[in-house]
T-cell receptor
Framework: DAGVIQSPRHEVTEMGQEVTLRCKPI?????LFWYRQTMMRGLELLIY????????DSGMPEDRFSAKMPNASFSTLKIQPSEPRDSAVYFC???????????FGSGTRLTVV | LAKTTQPISMDSYEGQEVNITCSHN???????ITWYQQFPSQGPRFIIQ???TKVTNEVASLFIPADRKSSTLSLPRVSLSDTAVYYC??????????????FGKGTHLIIQP
């Protein structure tokens, strides 16, 4: 099992550009989570899906952020337009009905200049 | 969601047993307690999960008193490679999928030679 796969690993973009982060969850997992991590705020839950349906997006900072899960094997997190304060590491995680817990990807380090 | 409180940092020496305590006074009846470990530049990794009493696996032990208002993660005979951030989380699994868990700032454990 390759685990949760995120791409790209690193992204540097200019303010105002659109950014798309991608995630492939572990096959068979039915829940997918997007987190953002910064030094100041720690790990924040942005949104999560159960069976491809968004359940709670209350953590999404503002309308510039959107997430989709068109099928069980793929999800995207889009930021449009990006701003320097969006710079962070974005993690995707998947799970199948705990108690086995989440499996996190390696993250995407986003830098907006 | 139940709020958790854990020390910001701890340090110890190789070969020692390390206990990290987490307070969760508002834990709900259906909540489970889960601990994660995070190394720099990596996503958090599931360590252990429990509901009550004691749980042990090949990595750690988790002690939960009867009132469940706190829990203690015990790492036996730590090594330098156990230097990481440890997160305590409280949440409830659901039949249709996992709920989004809230990570706090975690405990930064530093192991010295």
């Amino acid at each position: 099992d390759a685990g949760v796969i995120q791409s790209p690993r690193h992204e540097v973009t200019e303010m105002g550009q659109e950014v798309t982060l991608r995630c492939k969850p572990i096959s068979g997992h039915n829940s997918l989570f997007w987190y953002r991590q910064t030094m100041m705020r720690g790990l924040e839950l942005l949104i999560y899906f159960n069976n491809n349906v968004p359940i709670d997006d209350s953590g999404m900072p503002e309308d510039r952020f959107s997430a989709k899960m068109p099928n069980a094997s793929f999800s995207t997190l889009k930021i449009q337009p990006s701003e320097p304060r969006d710079s962070a590491v974005y993690f995707c995680a998947s799970s199948f009905n705990r108690p086995y817990g989440y499996t996190f990807g390696s993250g995407t380090r986003l830098t907006v200049v | 969601l139940a709020k958790t409180t854990q020390p910001i940092s701890m340090d110890s020496y190789e070969g020692q047993e390390v206990n990290i305590t987490c307070s969760h006074n508002n834990i709900a009846t259906n909540d489970y307690i889960t601990w994660y470990q995070q190394f720099p530049s990596q996503g958090p990794r599931f360590i252990i999960q429990g509901y009550k009493t004691k749980v042990t696996n090949e990595v750690a032990s988790l002690f939960i008193p009867a009132d469940r208002k706190s829990s203690t993660l015990s790492l036996p005979r730590v090594s330098l490679s156990d230097t990481a951030v440890y997160y305590c989380l409280v949440g409830v699994p659901s039949g249709g999928g996992a709920d989004g868990l809230t990570f706090g700032k975690g405990t930064h454990l530093i192991i010295q030679p």
